[in-house]
């Protein structure tokens, strides 16, 4: 027990103790509070001999969970398993494989990802004669979204609805789901409340897992939805062992329902909850801890409490004004040149921007000097269009239900079928009301033309086939007869140097396959699936790449950098201009520059241009009011350094011959301030930043 409580602050250690009853914990940035959540289900295990089948721990990423476990184990000094240990959606998943018959389901159901999704509601507006153009289909999916995490079905939707808006989205709701429902498919909204309708209609299930979880654990609590708070509150009624942690101050994802009120009113909840508040933060430089507490303290909607810490001062917060977003990148690559120079390196660095769209101009200037960089929340490997195409396979061969996928692979590679042929095929399925395999057995009832029957008829006999396969196979070998046996390998090697990326793109998820069952022992193709339908961009990430990061303030989320640049900082970019007219909104803008200041441990750089090209225009909009909230003792303005950092850092001239980390030997043909064209040996001609590239002359 001494070493689970020795490592442990004061406060810590009082989290850790406080077993009984509920418990918040509210944790400031950088305050360790994942060491006191997994110290804390340590000591349960270890002094109150709690079984881990006994604790179910949620937190919101894979990343987290996978790091509380480990983090469990060093401490137990074993393999100890933690089945109900990961996030909401995991855990819902778990307890929906056992429990969805009762909901008319098959065990064996899919997950749908969001383009998936998208492509229903499309399908279904199409079916009921609704104008896409009129009614946005993402708009139509974001509201389906939202009232589902407020844990209000259609039905309840149209007794609520108000305007043709609502009116629409009702009639689509309906069937959006009931479409799903054939495929035997949820989306990622319907994983908990789906979970919940069980736990609301059989109260018999909600007993057996109340009895089951002795204790609850709750990170990010701040984040939870409606849905997801009545996930946790049904579940703690009974023995009502509940520990929350979060901090109400790093609420940023209301867009997406999450609703803060859940901390700051959890109180209410439990009126004799035992209330521990972490404070001593570990990550940051008082100067940066100081600066953006100036900026959260001007929130109104906030609980009381003030971040200190040990660490030193450190340096002042840096603040540049570039005068448009070109001379941001160029500003932020001059200062990554001489951090290099102080021993950072590439992958100590994040640029945290408000929106997606501020990313291409930072892209360009780092591209033009060849400095590697990474984009957390850009294409993701599986929504390349060959991984799709490939999954879409292994998900209909899993489900035989899934109409969604057989229509995206129907004709892929072609197989002469249109979309006329679809139509026809589909509405025979319905009419007779036909399983898709069964249909797809039966095509030559349909009044096809017979080089359509055929089409589909051939299809269905390789689906067969490697249904048969699945069951045999490990899910690496599997997945490496689908690709051959489907026609994706040949369709996609055309001698391209697309296509040959392709198809590397493809055997690369056979490498994922193998890591899973060598991760795995025992599980298949259906857990496969699910595994990939739960991650997310965030699980992708590794601070040990030896590149630059890039991602938005949101996706920083949980996350910290020895530096860190906010660029953007200009009225009506950050905060948002949608802010302007909602002091709530605002108030979240405010949360979400806290938790973006925070990341930093080292420096942080606030950077605004005084005008910027953005959304094909331009603007020239003042610096952003967070920056008038940072105390002017605690920054340097470096606007004024512009020239200094145009010099170059070393006497480099045409004519010159340097060697070049990567590039090696060449020859420089041209210098333009900081910018100097080499033409090197091996390479050809490239363009390097004088400052930030890692060349010497040679004599």
């Known amino acids: 027990m001494s070493d689970i409580l020795s490592s442990l602050n004061s406060a810590q250690k009082e989290a850790v103790l406080a077993t009984k009853g509920p418990v918040l914990i509210l944790a400031g940035a950088g305050s360790g509070k994942t060491k006191a959540l997994t110290h804390r289900i340590a000591y349960l295990v270890e002094h109150e001999k709690v079984s881990p089948f006994n604790i179910l721990a949620v937190t919101f990423t894979n990343k987290a969970a996978k790091e509380m476990k480990i983090r469990i184990q060093k401490l137990l000094g074993s393999t100890y398993d933690f089945p109900f240990s990961g996030t909401f959606h995991s855990v819902c998943v778990k307890i929906l494989r056992k429990e969805i018959e009762l909901l008319g389901y098959n065990q064996r159901f899919l997950i749908s990802d969001g383009s998936d999704q ?188 003030k971040l200190w810490t040990d660490n030193e001062s450190g340096l002042p917060v840096i603040l540049y004004e570039a005068f448009n977003e070109k001379e941001e990148g160029q500003f932020i690559i001059a200062e990554a040149g001489r951090l290099e120079k102080q021993g950072y390196g590439l992958s100590d660095i994040a640029i945290l921007y408000r929106t997606n769209a501020q990313s291409r101009s930072l892209e360009e200037e780092l591209l033009k000097f060849n400095i590697p960089y990474k984009i957390i929340g850009g294409v993701r490997f599986y929504e390349r269009r060959e991984i799709k195409d490939l999954l879409s396979y292994l998900k209909f061969i899993y489900s035989g239900t899934d109409w969604v996928s057989f229509k995206r692979i129907i004709n892929l590679p072609a197989r002469g079928i249109g979309a006329k042929s679809l139509e026809v095929f589909e509405n025979f399925a319905r009419n007779n009301n036909l399983s898709l395999m069964d249909a797809l057995s039966r095509v030559e009832d349909t009044n096809l033309q017979d080089k359509m029957k055929k089409g589909f008829s051939e299809f269905g006999n390789m689906a067969k086939q490697l249904v048969s396969l699945s069951n045999v196979l490990g899910v690496a070998d599997f997945i490496e007869k689908v690709i051959i046996k489907s026609g994706l390998k040949s369709y996609y090697d055309d001698g391209s140097v697309e296509g040959d990326s392709r198809v590397e793109n493809l055997e690369e998820l056979i490498s994922v396959a193998r890591e899973f069952e060598e991760a795995s022992s025992g599980l298949g193709l259906g857990e496969f699936l699910e595994q990939i339908s739960l991650l997310s ?163």
């Open 537 to 699: 961009d965030i699980d992708n990430y590794s601070d040990e790449s030896k590149s630059i990061t890039l991602m938005t303030m949101h996706s920083a989320k949980g996350l910290e950098f020895p530096v860190v640049f906010m660029v953007g900082l200009e009225e009506g970019i950050f905060p948002h201009s949608r802010s302007s007219f909602s002091e709530e909104e605002m108030e979240e803008e405010r949360r979400l520059c806290y938790v973006a200041m925070t990341r930093a441990r080292k420096r942080l750089y606030l950077v605004y241009a005084s005008n910027r090209m953005l959304y094909g225009g331009i603007s020239s909009n003042p610096p952003s009011r967070f920056i008038n909230d940072v105390p002017s003792h605690l920054m340097t303005d470096f606007t004024t350094r512009t020239v200094e950092l145009k010099e170059p850092s070393f006497d480099i001239k045409a004519g010159d011959k340097i060697r070049h980390a990567k590039f090696g030997t060449g020859l420089v043909v041209g210098v333009n301030g900081e910018e100097i064209d080499v033409l090197f040996d091996s390479f050809g001609l490239k363009r390097l930043s004088s400052v930030f590239a890692p060349v010497e002359k040679i004599n």
């Open 118 to 305: 998208l492509q229903v509601i499309k399908e279904s507006m199409k079916y009921l004669n609704i104008d896409p153009k009129q009614f946005n289909p993402r708009a139509v999916l974001g509201a389906i979204s939202s009232a589902k995490s407020e844990m209000v079905g259609a039905a309840e939707y149209a007794n609520l609805a108000v305007g043709h808006f609502q009116e629409i989205v009702t009639k689509i709701y309906y069937e959006y789901d009931k479409r799903l429902k054939e495929s035997n498919a949820l989306d990622f909204d319907d994983l908990l409340l789906k979970t919940v309708e069980i736990f609301n209609k059989f109260p018999e299930v909600l007993e057996k897992y109340q009895n089951q979880f002795h204790y609850i654990l709750v990170d990010e609590y701040q984040d939870t939805n409606h849905v997801q708070y009545l996930f946790c509150k049904k579940l703690s009624a009974k023995h009502k062992n509940i520990c929350v942690v979060g901090d109400d101050w790093q609420s940023i994802y209301s867009w997406r329902g999450a609703n803060y009120r859940n901390i700051l009113d959890f109180h209410k909840d439990y009126p004799d909850a035992k209330i521990i508040k972490l404070e001593q933060n570990y990550r940051s430089t008082k100067n940066i801890l100081e600066a953006a507490h100036n900026v959260i303290a001007k929130n109104i909607e906030r609980t009381d409490k």
